[in-house]
């Protein structure tokens, strides 16, 4: 299942660029004016970006690849999903249209714990041929980097399992992955009213041990009332930092626990959620540079009533990222343009915001901001042409899947406008 495609080497011309998503220092051309950008692809890496007629002589040896004037964007970037686990859970979307709460979904047993059941009985293939099918439906649509979470084992190996899953998709698909341990995402059954000495498993045993391993990029925490608390959560973090790891927070979904305050504290790359953030936890992360990770996937489907005060981030200047949330339960969404759309539609964000909150602010989230989300020199070539006449068209159908050219880790892994069949055969796809 190695990753499939032609070297992506050349000069990409005839691009028309995003405001914004393009190197700072390049002078764009008047985009208004229908002006083009040209990207020129060396050994994988984008070396050079400008002006469509002035790319260097220096290059004109490498092979020329016509846009035709498509629509040029960063390789997507999905910052929060939980990819990787067993099972489905259609019969919670049942019992919530009867009526139920996500907070008496998960007391009557359902919610995460049937994730976790499900989780552990499966084995890392099985586990793996599950989660090929879901990523290969965001790789479709432009994404470049992932971030994959843990958070169904609930126990060491089951955790490990997991996040070695995440490890493989990325090497099997060829995109960049960010594994993200959530030990504390729940109480599973055997620690049921043991809240302490399930943290304490997590900050001695489990993460120490999954980190030396080389599965752990980031560590996250569902600081709610049905999870874990403000103390235990900073235990978690504690322990993160001791062993230099990043953090990152699911928090103020259901309240206002004050989570993304202490997050911020720590440094925090992402605080996601936020529907009942607080004044105090915007200083908080905007002093932090803690980027704001909005999932209107989780909103829908919960139909959820409390707004993220977008408003008040965007006065703030706190970077808005938008993510599927991919999950079982609330958000089993596969499309980060749906979630483009649900940003505009439900959060009212700007397109702009929500084509960078896919893209630049989405690769802050996870720490990547020197290579992805950005379309510029020094970086590992990953960009997708799109086949539409606005940038607005991202975020305005609905569940539809432009044909796009994707550029992934150097390779064009899908040629959806024919940029590569029309240059020449050796190139094709
Ligand atoms: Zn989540």
Known sequence: MAS????ADGVWRALRPVPGLVQPDVVLPDVADGALVAVVVAQGQVCWVGPN??????????PQWDGGGALATPGLVDCHTHLVYGGQRANEFAMRLAGATYEEVARAGGGIVSSVKATRAATEDELFALAAPRLQALLQEGVCAIE?????G?????ERKQLRVARRLGEAFGVTVCTTFLGAHALPPEYMGRSQAYTDLVCNEMLPALAAEGLVDAVDVFCERIAFTLAETEQVFQAAQKLGIPVKLHA?????MGGSALAARYGALSCDHIEHLSADGIAAMQSAGTVAVLLPGAYYTLRDTQLPPIAALRAAGVPMAVSTDHNPGTSPALSLLLMANMACTLFRLTVPEALAG???HAARALGL???HGLIASGRPANFVLWPVAEAAELAYWLGHKPAATIVRQGLVVADGLGVCAVAGDHHGV
């Open 252 to 256: 103020e979904q259901l309240s206002d």
């Open 4 to 7: 499939k495609g032609s070297l």
């Open 154 to 158: 609930l126990a060491l190996e089951h």
């Open 53 to 62: 007629d002035a790319v260097p002589a220096a290059y004109a040896a490498l």
């Open 148 to 152: 994959i979470k843990s958070g169904y």
């Open 369 to 371: 901001q020197d290579s």
């Open 358 to 360: 896919i893209t630049t």
